[in-house]
């Protein structure tokens, strides 16, 4: 009690302050086996910033795709807004946009909701509206809706059983139909290491989209994770390694990797830092050895 009392007048007064303006730049940055690179770089500003966790802002950002000698440019203007209890993690958080490339213009949308039942228990809502990022669904504009719904179950202290069951709808009629389950064993408390079993499958309705993007008829994917998460000084680090085995058309049986990076600064402070960068291998309609590497990052300095 004598240590929560100073921590929680902390959180208090924390909530009591107003929120001020910050000014924030971003980038994304991915490249794959295929020559296909993008590029988004992007402005922020925030007239309502209380923390990493509570704003209300807006970005504009600039986009760019090349494979080989194909060229693309894009512009988007997004409204963002987030509210998200940092303990828990119950809150929300939305990206919603006007996006525009190749002549093609879509109204965009990320965002997630998450309520947490009982104490054991957690529900997100997820919802994405995007373009599909490669060349010939970029020059189609083919876009997609994804709309799922996720459980995160505690079993214990030391185990969580993650599902997710989604509906991915394409503009050229396709409809995918996803299921996810992560178990996630945790041996100890204090370490932050987390053992997990991971498995996600989905059917597409239509086969044959003319080679605008990857779309097996059936796929499934199980791997194992080494995951480690560590808070340092109120910075927050976290490492994903995984190794798997996917299953095209029940036929073709490749194996995948996963790597993945991630650091944050504090949530509560004059400036915000995120960085993050990632590998995976995969397969696709260009061979089973595809390699997909990105990095991202993210400074905002309050005012």
Not at 98 to 110: A, I, N, Y
Request: charge should be neutral; aromatic fraction near 14%; hydrophobic fraction near 35%.
């Amino acid at each position: 009690m004598l240590i929560a009392a100073p921590c929680q007048a902390e959180e208090t007064k924390e909530k009591e302050k107003s929120a001020g303006m910050a000014f924030g730049t971003e980038f994304f940055l991915t490249n794959d086996s295929d020559h296909f690179q993008s590029r988004r770089v992007s402005v922020e500003f925030f007239p309502a910033f209380e923390n990493a966790d509570r704003f209300l802002g807006f970005r504009l950002g600039d986009y760019q795709y090349r494979q080989d000698s194909w060229r693309r440019a894009g512009q988007k203007i997004s409204f963002l807004a987030r509210s998200i209890e940092t303990r828990t993690g119950d809150g929300g958080a939305m990206e919603a946009g006007v996006f525009q490339q190749g002549g093609h213009t879509l109204l965009t949308l990320d965002g997630n909701y998450r309520i947490s039942p009982t104490k054991s228990t957690a529900v997100e809502f997820l919802l994405t509206r995007d373009w599909v990022e490669t060349p010939k669904s970029l020059d189609r504009g083919i876009d997609f809706s994804f709309v799922g719904v996720a459980v995160d179950q505690g079993l214990g202290s030391h185990v969580t059983l993650v599902g997710l069951v989604a509906q991915q709808y394409f503009s050229d009629g396709n409809r995918r139909d996803h299921g996810r389950l992560r178990l996630i064993y945790q041996p100890s408390l204090d370490l932050g290491l987390t053992l997990q079993a991971r498995y996600r499958t989905y059917r597409s309705t239509h086969e044959d989209v003319d080679r605008a993007y990857f779309n097996p008829k059936s796929y499934a994917e199980s791997m194992l994770a080494v995951s480690w998460r560590q808070r340092f000084q109120g910075w927050t680090a976290a490492v994903t390694a995984g190794l798997g085995n996917e299953t095209i058309n029940h036929e073709l049986r490749q194996p995948t990797r996963l790597l993945d990076f991630s650091l944050q600064s504090p949530v509560r402070g004059s400036q915000v830092f995120r960085f993050g960068a990632g590998y995976s291998r995969s397969t696709t309609f260009s061979g089973p050895s595809y390699q997909y590497r990105y990095v991202r990052g993210e400074w905002i300095i309050l005012f």
